[in-house]
């Protein structure tokens, strides 16, 4: 198996921008999380969907985050605006029991 | 609060020199708690789980103990190649079937040759 993919793996933006992250859960994991990961606060959840429905969003800071996912292999996250305290590595992980399974990431950069 | 606090936040090893990780927790019904090893630059990788107190589990220099309020990630004769950060979650019952984790900030570990 290929594992989670994420796309872009790097993102460089100006404070205003439209940003979509792209991940493409394994397959057969009924579950996906998204995260956000700074050095001050280390991993923290934002969203997570089992069945492609969202389940728990109370992570996503604020109305600038969206996230969907229209089918069992395919999940966006949208900024927009950005800003640059958005400024962050994102992760997309997957499961289908408890552990949970990491793509590698986008660094996104906010200018 | 559910909360998680692993200590120390770094640590440096010579080659072989043993020694463990500590992940101490607080949750409301452990269902579960994870390690997780991150090298710079790339996502999480899963260690193990554990699911109640007293379960032991191993994993080539790697070994990971639970208690009620704590678990350990014994590291013996490391080598530089376990230098990495090492990252503790919890599972808490919760309502439902919650697949929320509450992760700690981590220890980042230098093993030198």
């Not at chain 1, 089918?71 to 994102?90: C, G, M, W």
């Not at chain 2, 990780?21 to 090298?39: A, E, H, I, M």
Request: proline letters at 6%.
């Amino acid at each position: 198996d290929a594992g989670v993919i994420q796309s872009p793996r790097h993102e460089v933006t100006e404070m205003g921008q439209e940003v979509t992250l792209r991940c493409k859960p394994i397959s057969g994991h009924d579950y996906l999380f998204w995260y956000r990961q700074t050095m001050m606060r280390g991993l923290e959840l934002l969203i997570y969907f089992n069945n492609n429905v969202p389940i728990d969003d109370s992570g996503m800071p604020e109305d600038r985050f969206s996230a969907k996912m229209p089918n069992a292999s395919f999940s966006t996250l949208k900024i927009q605006p950005s800003e640059p305290r958005d400024s962050a590595v994102y992760f997309c992980a997957s499961s289908s029991r408890y552990e949970q399974y990491f793509g590698p990431g986008t660094r996104l950069t906010v200018t | 609060e559910d909360q998680v606090t692993q200590s120390p936040e770094a640590l440096r090893l010579q080659e072989g020199e043993s020694s463990s990780l500590n992940c101490s927790y607080t949750v409301s019904g452990l269902r579960g708690l994870f390690w997780y090893r991150q090298d710079p630059g790339k996502g999480p990788e899963f260690l193990f789980t554990l699911y109640s107190a007293g379960e032991e589990k191993e994993k080539e220099r790697l070994k990971a103990t639970l208690t009620k309020k704590e678990s350990f990630l014994h590291i013996t004769a490391p080598k530089p190649e376990d230098s990495a950060t090492y990252l503790c979650a919890v599972q808490g019952s919760g309502a439902g079937n919650n697949r929320k984790l509450i992760w700690g900030l981590g220890t980042s570990l230098a093993v030198n040759p």
